[in-house]
């Protein structure tokens, strides 16, 4: 069975500064798709980032960017330059895709900005 | 049109109520689906509707009853709730059937059972 692994409960990041959340995987899939999503207190789920398990590159979204580690099956997301607005809860998702479509989220890294 | 909305933002019904949430989206999704998140925890998945059928159902107790009328509309009946069922539901969908894409949710709906 696939599972996602998130060790760091609550993190916390000065303004401006650099943070990585961990997160790793279990799976027996060679194909899948990995993604951040962010949800801030308004409740939404917000997609942060998506990399493809077949492509080496790592992926980027401007301050977002991953280091994916295929075969220890890591999954890291790194925010630079870090704002108040970036205070959430983050979540590691894995996703098969495909005729099962199960979304399966880790359990979740708290994330502080401190002024 | 880039979002998945749903009503209402809250409800508050009595365990003998029965009530409706409502999902939709414009963007041409094909999948769609219904998590329970609780507080500070990740949503878990209810049920996954691919091409307006149901695909998945995460063994739901019967008192939530989805419904796809087409592909834009997604409905979660609810009936006889219990005090436990209080949580966030949120609906969101997926390009395709497979979610390769990441999903697209909504802001949820906060539900309080009395």
């Known amino acids: 069975a696939q599972t996602v692994t998130q060790s760091q409960p609550e993190m916390s990041v000065q303004e401006a500064e650099t943070v990585t959340l961990s997160c790793t995987y279990d799976?027996?899939?060679?194909?899948?798709?990995l993604f951040w999503y962010k949800q801030p207190p308004s409740r939404q789920m917000i997609l942060v980032i998506r990399?493809?398990?077949?492509?080496?590159q790592n992926a980027t979204e401007n301050r977002f960017s991953v280091n994916f580690q295929k075969a220890a099956k890591s999954f890291s997301l790194k925010i630079s330059d870090s704002q108040l607005g970036d205070a959430a809860m983050y979540f590691c998702?894995?996703?098969?895709?495909?005729?099962?479509?199960?979304?399966?989220f880790g359990t979740g890294t708290l994330l502080a900005v401190q002024p | 049109d880039t979002e998945v909305t749903q009503t209402p933002k809250h409800l508050v019904m009595g365990m003998t109520n029965k009530k409706s949430l409502k999902c939709e989206q414009h963007?041409?999704?094909?999948?769609m689906y219904w998590y329970k998140q609780k507080a500070k925890k990740p949503p878990e998945l209810m049920f996954v509707?691919?091409?307006?059928?149901?695909?998945i159902n995460e063994s739901v107790p019967s008192r939530f009853s989805p419904e796809c009328p087409n592909s834009s509309l997604l409905n979660l009946h609810l009936h006889a709730l219990q005090p436990e069922d209080s949580a966030l539901y949120l609906c969101?969908?997926?390009?395709?059937?497979?979610?390769?894409?990441?999903?697209?949710f909504g802001s949820g709906t906060r539900l309080t059972v009395v």
């Open positions: 990399q493809e398990a077949y492509k080496q």
């Open positions: 509707y691919s091409y307006e059928k149901l695909s």
């Open positions: 969101a969908s997926s390009l395709g059937g497979t979610g390769s894409y990441g999903y697209t």
């Open positions: 799976t027996s899939e060679s194909d899948y798709y």
């Open positions: 998702a894995y996703n098969y895709g495909g005729a099962t479509n199960k979304l399966i």
């Open positions: 963007m041409g999704h094909r999948a």
